[in-house]
């Protein structure tokens, strides 16, 4: 059975993570445990009442309130983790598999890791026969992750490695010139990669972008534009809208996450090739070197800092927190995690290198 799958169907069990909805939509989340209870203002839920279970039943506290049983999707899970950096929504997640082409068997290499939200789908969409090796630079966050994707599949999956330090130092000396299928970067300056992706990739493969401001995205996109060793990039966004569908009041909801990010992909021109210019180039103007200079910041390197870039920063003691929670998740659902801090990183059992 594939990795994480016992953790998906069939009855409930003990280390599953099971969403309760009461009638007011309340949601929470419990790990089962023989004995195990959950205590709210209005009664106690025990844990005996749903394992064994099938999915999707309503079963009543010790006061007769009544919950709906769910596992957690994977949108459910991403969302109620604990985090340190700002994770990748669902939906964006979505389009990077899909315009990343993320394929079965794929070896994948990305960064930074963050809370592992985007390396949960990347796990999903390589499956067991491939490889994510993720590279992070702030031993919290690795942990965080660590942590979360263990609690999301029960174990920590062979087809993942886990690497601390920079990614454009660490990833020459990882995998072999050309040998990387698929590339996605999430960090606050893609541009300083370039050399270490063009170095990597495979001819072919596609390197993914996730920035949140236009600023870097215009940056990262000149200077693969001018690098020469790429195609030519295309960057979009997604919007999801959700509807109110009732009788007649058929609608937009109201509310929705207007921003998240932006996407931009490229693909690795083989050695000596010179690439096809984008169509949609506007020919005969020039842009003055101030402008361009003005707009990607290039006179001020302060201001590509995550404060600079309008992000929030998190206090250690909030770090080490989320650290610990998810550590605690993942051993939960039954893995064997070393502890937060320990400095530790994952190698994955499945190997690294082409396939002769
Ligand atoms: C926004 S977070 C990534 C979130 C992640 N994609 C998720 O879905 O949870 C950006 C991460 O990149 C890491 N980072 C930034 N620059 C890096 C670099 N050059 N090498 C490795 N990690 C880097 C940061 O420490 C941070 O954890």
Not at 176 to 187: A, H, W
Not at 222 to 241: K, N
Not at 285 to 313: C, I, K, N, Q, Y
């Amino acid at each position: 059975m594939a990795v994480g799958a016992q953790h998906r169907r069939g009855p409930f069990k003990v280390g599953d993570r099971v969403q309760v909805t009461d009638e007011r939509r309340r949601v929470h989340t419990l790990t089962l445990k023989e004995g195990g209870e959950f205590h709210t203002h209005v009664g106690v839920l025990f844990h005996d009442q749903l394992l064994g279970q099938p999915e999707g039943s309503v079963i009543e506290n010790s006061e007769g309130v009544r919950y709906q049983a769910l596992r957690p999707l994977l949108k459910d899970f991403v969302l109620s983790m604990p985090r340190g950096a700002t994770v990748v929504y669902p939906k964006d997640a979505g389009q990077i598999v899909t315009m990343g082409d993320i394929y079965p068997g794929a070896r994948v290499v990305e960064a930074g890791i963050g809370s592992g939200a985007l390396t949960i789908s990347l796990l999903r969409a390589v499956g067991d026969t491939g490889l994510v090796h993720s590279f992070e630079r702030r031993e919290e966050f690795a942990d965080i992750a660590r942590g979360n994707i263990a609690a999301m599949f029960g174990e920590v999956p062979p087809s993942f490695r886990l690497s601390l330090g920079d990614f454009q130092e660490r990833v020459v000396e990882e995998h072999e010139p050309g040998s990387v299928d698929r590339l996605v970067l999430d960090m606050l300056s893609p541009w300083e990669c370039l050399d270490a992706v063009a170095t990597v990739l495979a001819p072919g493969g596609v390197w993914v972008n996730y920035v949140a401001t236009v600023t870097q995205l215009s940056r990262v996109i000149e200077a693969i534009r001018s690098d020469g060793r790429f195609t030519e990039p295309e960057a979009f966004e997604t919007m999801v809208r959700g509807w109110h569908v009732e009788g007649l009041a058929v609608r937009p909801d109201h509310r929705m996450v207007a921003h998240t990010g932006f996407l931009m992909t490229t693909r690795r021109l083989a050695d000596g090739a010179v690439g096809i210019p984008g169509s949609r180039r506007v020919k005969d103007v020039t842009f003055p070197a101030e402008d361009v200079s003005a707009w990607t910041a290039d006179h001020d390197p302060e201001a590509w800092t995550a404060e600079g870039l309008g992000e929030r920063g998190l206090s250690a003691k909030k770090l080490r927190r989320s650290a610990r929670d998810a550590v605690a998740m993942g051993r939960a659902a039954g893995a064997d995690l070393p502890d937060a801090g320990s400095g530790s990183e994952v190698n994955g059992t499945h190997a690294t290198q082409p396939e002769d």
